[in-house]
């Protein structure tokens, strides 16, 4: 999968400053995985919902009037799990369930989807998911060849409604440490990860562990990307600008 | 054989969490004389169990707990970002394809194949998520038994410089890592995907049971 077209997406979706345009931006995140649906669902400080879908606003408003949410075996399966769920693993016994399954399909809610549970650093927690018509075997494959890109955008998706939510300013990422600063500056002097790791004096699985913690925390959507970003937001300097003479 | 358990799930398996805890106290207290807390019931149960994380258990025969590992992940609450980040060089390690181990626990009498398997279920896990790497606290004299299974982890930071030494390590995750765990422990990779699917798929029945 072209990672350039994932960095552009998650470069937009930094960008975005309300729900709304989160909600529109689903929409690229859904063409880009090629999938039938894209959700994100958390509740803020208030109590309220606050979600950002592709699904059409008619079944959004069924589900809420429905109280769904209280038979959703997609929601009711996440609660106090952080491992990544495949919707045909659920329990659906519940005639209930079975009903809202059905009423799903109508509103054109795809047969197979895969969920990730979210838990915030400040106790908050979210739900992203992706859902698609395909058969179990088509599902299986897509799943674990993107299983782990999934992961990395569940997370960029939920620190950015954070901050759309808290009226952060955009961009405001987790400290990092004088380390990470470190790997992410040898990084863009355009050394070699064996040259980095050599440098700082860790182990290449080390080093990979420390720029993945720093990829997460600028909500980047890989190294290149962390790079990038820590550049453009100061947090490491601009050495490539000066020529050396 | 393996059931992945989250913590409060443990109460359907009263046997197998009670043998578990009681391992704890006896490798974790009685053994090395670490600092930890042991109940009345002679369970060693500490803050993180306490954050419904989800147990690697190897089930014995007869019912009780044959080893385990505990898996937090990165982006929460975890004990080397808690305890050990003077041994990260002061990185806090978060990320959605980074999960922790801690607690690794072998009952009296449980030999190498036992850890062998325990460790592929955590790889197979790792797969089946889309997880990249696995860091952990590592007890120095545990890493014999990482040495004799051959799946060394690579180390961040120690902390000591005796027996007693702890430290932070870090694992790649790869179906070749599995594969060679799986054949380390005699358990064909069919039956560790089998046991993640009947433990994370409510309905697995018998009918796949049967198909399988």
Known sequence: MPQDILEDLLERLQITKSIEELQVWTHELRDYFDVAHVVYHTVNREGEHVGAFTYGLEWARRYVEKEYVKIDPVVIGAARRFTPMDWKSLDWSNPKARAFAKDAAKAGIGNQGWSVPIFGPNGEFALFALNDNASDDEWNEFTQSRGKDILVVSHLVHQQAMRIINEETVGSPLDLSPREKDALTQLSLGQSRAAVANELNISENTLRAYIDSARHKLGAANVTHAVALATARGIIGRQKEFPKY | ?212
């Open chain 2, 1 to 212: 054989m393996i059931h992945y358990i989250y913590a409060d799930q443990l109460e359907n398996f009263p046997v197998l969490a009670d043998s578990m805890f009681k391992d704890r106290a006896y490798q974790f207290k009685d053994r090395h004389n670490w600092d930890v807390t042991v109940n009345e019931n002679g369970h060693e149960i500490d803050q993180y169990d306490a954050m419904n994380p989800l147990y690697v258990i190897w089930q014995n025969e007869d019912g009780t707990h044959g080893g385990s590992i505990r898996i937090m992940p990165t982006v929460g609450q975890i004990m080397t970002n808690d305890y050990f980040s003077h041994l990260t060089d002061g990185v806090k390690i978060s990320s959605p394809v980074i999960w922790e181990c801690t607690r690794f626990c072998l009952a009296p009498g449980a030999g190498p194949n036992v850890a062998a398997a325990l460790l592929a279920a955590g790889l197979e896990l790792g797969i089946r998520f889309g997880l990249d790497q696995a860091i952990g606290v590592i007890y120095t004299r545990t890493h014999a038994i990482y040495r004799r299974i051959g799946w060394v982890p690579e180390i961040i930071g120690t902390d000591g410089d005796d027996r007693e030494a702890i430290s932070i390590g870090v694992w790649d995750i790869s179906t070749e890592a599995r594969d060679e765990l799986c054949r380390k422990s005699g358990i064909s990779a069919d039956d560790m995907a089998y046991w993640f699917d009947a433990s994370f798929n409510a309905n697995f029945n018998d009918e796949s049971l049967a198909a399988a």
